[in-house]
């Protein structure tokens, strides 16, 4: 891998955050780019220096793909609009539940999202305002993942060969690629960035997507978003690294009401790690798991069983898909 890293202990936060500013500022020249916030990490931290190098410049977008969490959305937007960053929400639900509607091998279905978003929906962007340089948060991580052929993290394309000007019609500029996780954490503090952005869990690009094992529908992605949002009512107080819930395919047995009810299974998982590159469970205390397991079962439709991972981080992976 030819992308030199960081690392925690080496970064000077406020060198790195101006010579980034200064490479943006050059790269894009006078003209224009565009980025894609989710409101994570690294794509917040991107947005805040890319806004800082180019200012109205950056045009940002928040691309609902119909995939995110509850309100996710409205929230982020809202939260950047505050921080005086304005973000245009782009509906592009039917485009990704297209791309997505049949799929169910993880590979095929990270590549139906990558098309989706970059090829049409970026490609689109693109064209309707005429600038040629896309800025996203990929950091080593995702790189190191990728390249290893663990799994195909949906924002790497130069790495893997793509070139993005030939298949796509634009450049991508990715400040952060030579950060992990905890380094980018950093660098967003010290942007200003408020607490419940630089120390947001991280979320995978392909969103609940990640968490659903089969076919993505927008009636599965609702079943996993509600019991996703009652995992992080739950857990946010353990301060894990990531706590998560996964839709499963197989269905098994269960009662209602004195009958059979042959239903969904939600698996949850919470884990211990620093950078994602290895992980463990969380020892969540069994009144914990017994609040998830009732909440989940009486909250969230057709579910009938909940179980909770404690394989660690491998031969597991964080995200089930
Ligand atoms: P995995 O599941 O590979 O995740 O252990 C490592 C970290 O990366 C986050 N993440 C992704 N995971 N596809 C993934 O499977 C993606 O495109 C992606 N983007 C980010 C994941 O949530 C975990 O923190």
């Given at each position: 891998?030819?992308?030199?890293?960081?690392?925690?202990?080496?970064?000077?936060?406020?060198?790195?955050?101006?010579?980034?500013?200064r490479?943006?500022?050059?790269?894009?020249?006078?003209?224009?780019?565009?980025?894609?916030?989710?409101?994570?990490?690294?794509?917040?931290?991107?947005?805040?220096?890319?806004?800082?190098?180019?200012?109205?410049?950056?045009?940002?977008?928040?691309?609902?793909?119909g995939?995110?969490?509850?309100?996710?959305?409205?929230?982020?937007?809202?939260?950047?609009?505050?921080?005086?960053?304005?973000?245009?929400?782009?509906?592009?639900?039917?485009?990704?539940?297209?791309?997505?509607?049949?799929?169910?091998?993880p590979?095929?279905?990270?590549?139906?999202?990558?098309?989706?978003?970059?090829?049409?929906?970026?490609?689109?962007?693109?064209?309707?305002?005429?600038?040629?340089?896309?800025?996203?948060?990929?950091?080593?991580?995702?790189?190191?993942?990728?390249?290893?052929?663990?799994?195909?993290?949906?924002?790497?394309?130069?790495?893997?060969?793509?070139?993005?000007?030939?298949e796509?019609?634009?450049?991508?500029?990715?400040?952060?690629?030579?950060?992990?996780?905890?380094?980018?954490?950093?660098?967003?503090?010290?942007?200003?960035?408020?607490?419940?952005?630089?120390?947001?869990?991280?979320?995978?690009?392909?969103?609940?997507?990640?968490?659903?094992?089969?076919?993505?529908?927008?009636?599965?992605?609702?079943?996993?978003?509600?019991?996703?949002?009652?995992?992080?009512?739950?857990?946010?107080?353990?301060?894990?690294?990531?706590?998560?819930?996964?839709?499963?395919?197989?269905?098994v047995?269960?009662?209602?009401?004195?009958?059979?009810?042959?239903?969904?299974?939600?698996?949850?998982?919470?884990?211990?790690?620093?950078?994602?590159?290895?992980?463990?469970?969380?020892?969540?205390?069994?009144?914990?798991?017994?609040?998830?397991?009732?909440r989940?079962?009486?909250?969230?439709?057709?579910?009938?069983?909940?179980?909770?991972?404690?394989?660690?981080?491998?031969?597991?992976?964080?995200?089930?898909?």
């Amino acid at each position: 891998m030819d992308i030199q890293e960081i690392q925690l202990r080496d970064l000077d936060v406020k060198r790195f955050i101006a010579e980034k500013t200064r490479e943006i500022s050059s790269l894009v020249g006078d003209g224009t780019a565009i980025n894609a916030l989710s409101g994570g990490v690294d794509s917040s931290t991107v947005t805040l220096l890319a806004h800082r190098a180019l200012g109205s410049r950056l045009k940002t977008y928040f691309i609902d793909n119909g995939i995110m969490r509850e309100a996710e959305p409205e929230r982020i937007v809202a939260l950047f609009r505050q921080l005086g960053v304005p973000v245009e929400l782009v509906d592009a639900k039917a485009e990704f539940f297209t791309a997505l509607k049949g799929v169910t091998d993880p590979e095929e279905k990270r590549q139906a999202i990558t098309d989706a978003f970059y090829k049409e929906v970026f490609g689109r962007l693109v064209r309707e305002s005429g600038t040629r340089y896309l800025l996203q948060g990929t950091n080593y991580t995702d790189v190191e993942e990728t390249v290893a052929g663990i799994k195909r993290q949906h924002n790497i394309l130069e790495q893997l060969g793509i070139d993005t000007q030939k298949e796509y019609g634009y450049r991508v500029i990715e400040p952060v690629i030579q950060l992990r996780k905890p380094a980018v954490r950093e660098v967003a503090r010290a942007l200003g960035l408020p607490d419940e952005i630089w120390q947001r869990p991280p979320f995978p690009g392909p969103a609940l997507a990640a968490r659903i094992i089969g076919e993505v529908t927008p009636e599965r992605v609702a079943i996993v978003r509600q019991a996703t949002q009652i995992v992080e009512e739950e857990l946010s107080d353990t301060r894990a690294f990531q706590y998560l819930a996964i839709l499963h395919e197989d269905r098994v047995t269960g009662m209602r009401q004195g009958k059979r009810d042959f239903g969904l299974q939600i698996e949850v998982r919470c884990w211990e790690s620093t950078d994602a590159q290895i992980g463990s469970p969380t020892r969540l205390s069994f009144d914990t798991l017994e609040t998830l397991a009732e909440r989940i079962t009486t909250e969230v439709p057709g579910v009938v069983s909940v179980t909770y991972n404690v394989t660690r981080k491998p031969p597991s992976t964080i995200e089930a898909v």
